[in-house]
Each structure stands twice: as C-alpha cells, then as structure tokens.
C-alpha cells in the first residue's frame, strides 16, 4: 500500500518536471526553435487546432523561422494566432510559406522572460508538493485506520520528503539553465 503512493507520487512529480521542461521551452529565448509555438492553436474551419498540426517548421537561421502550412487556406489564422501571441514578432506571408524574423531580445524583454520562468518555476514546485501532501493524506488515512503502524506512516513520509526534494532540485536546475540561456547575448 504504501509503496504503491510512493509510486503513485514519484509518477505525478515526474508528469510535473516534464510540464516543467515544456513550459520552459516555450519560454522564447535569442534563438528560434519550433518548440515555441507549441502551445498555440488556430482556428482552422471552426475547430482549435495546434500549429504543428497545420503546418512544418523550418529554423534556417538563428533568428528565423520558415513555416510552411500544409494547407494555404490556412494561412491567415496562422498569421492572426502570431501575431497575437506574446512572442513578439510580426509575420511576413510570401504565399506559399510565412516568414518570421526573431527581433533581438533586449535587456527589458529578458528580465520579463526570467520572471515568467520563474513563475512557472514556483507553478511546479507548487504541483510538487500539493502531491506529496495528498500522498501524506493517503498516508494518514491508512495510519487512522489502523491499516499501518506508526513506523510505517514515518518511513513513507520520509520517502515523500526525499522525492519532493529530488523534485524541487530538479525544478530549481531547469530554472537555472533556463536564466543563464536567456541571459546569454
């Protein structure tokens, strides 16, 4: 019993450190990469539909970003979602492909970007340890109801302890590789 929370818990704080590492790479820095249009999505004929699933990204250059829609029609919302989308560049459509050219990030612009990752930083530690403190409930009940003795209850909470910490470690080196990419000029 025990060990299945501890499993249980060790699964959803993993699931936390990969919503982590997601969110993180959207986080736009000097560079352009593909991943950060992730979490936009588009109206194509009524429905939401990701980008990824609109068109292929090409990053030819360190500050440039080639997207290619599967379907043409499909072009103006792509722009439209872009465009109003916090990264901060504005779309350039040829007809055939829509050109996005990375403005450089100033000094301002990274300072914002840090505190959002740290925002989503303290999101997950937050996510953390609200699972180990439901895992020290399911633990606590078993205790009640005499499922458990006492030695055990302690045994667990000091395993959920551990993970949290390895957890929050985790969470704490993606915060920092993060700051010193979007430091970096």
């Not at 633990?139 to 499922?147: A, F, I």
């Amino acid at each position: 019993m025990i060990a299945d929370i501890v499993k249980d818990a060790e699964h959803k704080m993993d699931g936390t450190i990969e919503h982590a590492h997601e969110e993180f790479a959207g986080i736009r820095t000097g560079r352009a990469h593909p991943s950060m249009f992730n979490k936009l999505t588009a109206d194509y004929y009524g429905t939401p539909t990701p980008l990824q699933q609109l068109a292929t990204f090409q990053v030819p250059e360190a500050r440039t970003v080639l997207i290619s829609p599967f379907d043409r029609g499909a072009m103006a919302a792509i722009e439209k979602v872009i465009r109003d989308s916090d990264l901060g560049v504005n779309p350039a459509n040829d007809g055939a492909v829509i050109r996005l050219n990375m403005p450089q990030l100033t000094e301002e612009r990274r300072k914002e970007y840090i505190k959002v990752a740290r925002n989503k930083a303290e999101e997950s530690r937050v996510a953390i340890r609200n699972v180990r403190r439901h895992s020290n409930d399911a633990v606590g009940k078993l205790l009640k109801n005499k499922e458990i003795g006492e030695d055990d209850a302690r045994s667990a909470e000091k395993q959920l302890d551990a993970l949290t910490k390895k957890h929050i470690d985790l969470i704490d080196e993606l915060l920092k590789a993060k700051e010193a990419e979007l430091l970096e000029v």
